[in-house]
């Protein structure tokens, strides 16, 4: 079955129902050993491509993933990028905010992590949070000190998605392609992994309280989820909803987009000039003669 990465992408100027987007697809792959063959090729591929992006250096590229609990973001990271030499990639986690960060405008802490020209940058959530958590946690927004007159919830949450936007949009015309993932999974898929998590000793460590206590405002975030993707999916920093019930429909779904990303991008390694051409040939005669 072939990947259309289009069905998955948020049209720009489109108000998203999250019902609508379904959290499972049929299976790319009819078994697990042709699973790991396409998402090899991928991988190969992104490899190859992103050598070229190093050398080239005129791109960056940011890649900014979004879930709820469970959904499969540090599987996919790892899974998909495992074959990217990490010299040319760097990978983010942005947690709850400290002191210093809450003193700052809300895109300060991210935007120290953006990825320089001829890099991969990953976000293991984001600036997102910024209307995701805090919009559903309005203590946090309470805890950044804005100016009276600047917190109005009323209208806050359309100038941070505004902020987004002009944010990103400078982005990419500076030569930073962003693109954005929101791992969609169903409630009672997450229901399930959590319960594994409860009964693997290994992976025990994954689960804290506080799962439990965000699952009960899934409503709420889906609404909040439902309206930043309507905000702030672009055509030049689109978001794509990924059916994350099924981690290997995922994890390809999320290659296919980065390998096409970058493939738009038409980069390749640098041709030296003429002179240096004519310095490789008398090495090259030189190195042949010392056998």
């Known amino acids: 079955m072939k990947i259309v990465t289009e069905d998955f992408r948020v049209p720009a100027n489109n108000k998203v129902r999250i019902a609508d987007w ?15 063959e396409v998402l090899g090729k991928h991988r190969e591929r992104l490899s190859d491509l992103q050598s070229k ?4 250096n005129h791109y960056a590229l940011l890649l900014i993933f979004q879930a709820m609990d469970a959904a499969g973001k540090d599987g996919a990271i790892k899974h998909v990028m495992s ?28 935007t120290r992590s953006l990825p320089e020209r001829g890099r991969i940058g990953i976000f293991n959530r984001s600036y997102y949070e910024e209307v995701l958590v805090v919009r559903v946690h309005r203590e946090i927004l309470r805890a950044q000190h804005l100016p009276k007159e600047l917190s109005d919830e009323k209208k806050i949450w359309k100038e941070r998605y505004r902020s987004i936007v002009d944010m ?63 905000a702030t999916s ?23 987009t980065i390998v096409e990303t970058l493939e738009s991008l038409k980069v390749d390694y640098p041709k030296p000039p003429e002179e240096l051409r004519k310095q490789m040939k008398e090495i090259r005669a030189l190195l042949e003669a010392e056998a």
């Open 83 to 110: 074959g990217v030499n990490p010299q040319g990639c760097q990978v983010f986690s942005f947690k709850h905010p400290s002191a210093e960060e809450l003193d700052h405008d809300f895109l300060w802490r991210t």
């Open 168 to 230: 990103e949009r400078h982005l990419h015309i500076n030569g930073t392609r962003i693109v954005k993932f929101f791992l969609h999974i169903s409630k009672e898929e997450q229901r399930e992994r959590f319960l594994k998590r409860l009964e693997a000793p290994e992976k025990n460590w994954k689960f804290s309280r506080t799962d439990v206590d965000e699952r009960n405002l899934w409503d709420d975030y889906m609404k909040a989820y439902e309206k930043c993707l309507s």
């Open 53 to 56: 992006l190093y050398a080239d």
């Open 22 to 36: 379904p959290t499972r697809v049929e299976p790319f792959c009819e078994s697990k050993e042709d699973y790991e």
């Open 234 to 256: 672009t055509t030049e920093s689109p978001w794509y909803i990924v059916p994350a019930d099924d981690k290997r429909n995922a994890r390809l779904i999320i290659s296919k």
